[in-house]
């Protein structure tokens, strides 16, 4: 399933000496999406052949396989295409539902219904809260799955001991990050994974 929009006619007013005031309709040139106005990056992600599924919330993970010609990030609108060379789906990413150490889960939006993706770490922009979270926690997140294999023979994903992810952090903002958390629900199964001992 692709993503579509609808394009949408735009009117202007024009003066003409002869007849007053006259509507002139001009058809767009470039798709109607408000929330993707000012920058629309589409590109095409390689995935794994097929995705990880639970029956019971029926959702669809797809896991990255190959990195992406650019840094994934909220917005950016992508296409999946599998190891066999078939695209799969298409869609906008949304938020971050679920940080590991070195796995971040986003939703997609604008194709089927409960799908997301499954991205390593280092191959996604993530926002202040996420970073936060990642780097506070990091020895209490999730060290499964394991890294991507292009990062498993390199000596810093080795140690447990050690965050090999460097974010930019700005101390002041520490507190009111931290409350922010507690009031967070799209991050409700990262934390609920730390509250029952699932970090290691």
Excluded at 74 to 103: N, Q
Excluded at 114 to 130: E, F
Aim: contains cysteine.
């Amino acid at each position: 399933m692709y993503l579509t929009f609808n394009s949408q006619k735009s009117v202007e007013r024009t003066a003409s000496p002869a007849s007053g005031e006259q509507r002139r309709t001009k058809r767009r040139n470039t798709p109607y999406a408000p929330h993707l106005a000012n920058a629309c990056n589409t590109y095409e992600v390689q995935v794994e052949e097929r995705p990880e599924t639970t029956e019971s919330e029926g959702e669809h993970v797809w896991i990255v396989d190959q990195q992406p010609p650019h840094s994934l990030a909220r917005g950016h609108v992508i296409t999946l295409r599998s190891t066999s060379t078939e695209i799969v789906g298409s869609g906008r990413i949304s938020t971050v539902t679920l940080i590991t150490r070195h796995w971040i889960t986003v939703r997609l939006t604008g194709g089927h219904a409960n799908t997301y993706l499954r991205t390593p770490t280092s191959w996604i922009k993530l926002g202040k809260l996420d970073r936060f979270v990642h780097t506070e926690l990091y020895e209490s997140l999730p060290g499964s799955p394991e890294p991507h294999h292009s990062f498993s023979n390199r000596p810093t994903f080795a140690d447990d001991q050690t965050n090999p992810y460097q974010f930019e952090q700005d101390p002041r903002d520490a507190d009111e990050l931290r409350e922010k958390l507690r009031g967070t629900k799209r991050l409700k199964q990262t934390l609920d994974g730390l509250k029952h001992g699932k970090g290691k």
